[in-house]
């Protein structure tokens, strides 16, 4: 079993940033491909990343890419999601997710965490 624990959730103004964390523990943390999701409310979960389990490679959902950015330290069992310029339409609760499976593009998780709000102010 893993658990994720997410953190850096909150308030921002249009334009600013905001980086998430997402502490693991409970398996090997480099055995794990590591995603972000986000549901903002009325709407499906949507994929917003996904990094490999050495941190070579990430992959991002077309509306993400560019403005959001993720990271791993393998060491602290801990994957970021640094998110910048922000805008009204990022508001939504943010999921990190965690994969035994090696595929990026094709993410399916395994384990999800309790998710953190992000609202950004307009």
């Known amino acids: 079993q893993v658990q994720l624990v997410e953190s850096g959730g909150g308030l921002v103004q249009a334009g600013g940033s905001l980086r998430l964390s997402c502490a693991a523990s409970?398996?090997?943390?480099?055995?794990?491909?590591m995603g972000w999701f986000r549901q903002a409310p009325g709407k499906e979960r949507e994929f917003v990343g996904a990094?490999?389990?050495?941190?070579?490679?990430?992959y991002y959902a077309d509306s993400m890419r560019g403005r959001f950015t993720i990271s791993r330290d393998n060491d602290k069992n801990t994957v970021y999601l640094q998110m910048n310029s922000l805008k009204p339409e990022d508001s939504a609760v943010y999921y990190c997710?965690?994969?035994?499976?090696?595929?990026?593009?094709?993410?399916?998780?395994?384990?999800w965490g309790q998710g953190t709000q992000v609202t950004v102010s307009s």
């Open positions: 997710a965690a994969s035994k499976k090696t595929t990026i593009t094709e993410y399916e998780p395994d384990y």
């Open positions: 409970g398996r090997t943390f480099s055995s794990l491909a």
């Open positions: 990094i490999s389990r050495m941190g070579s490679y990430a």
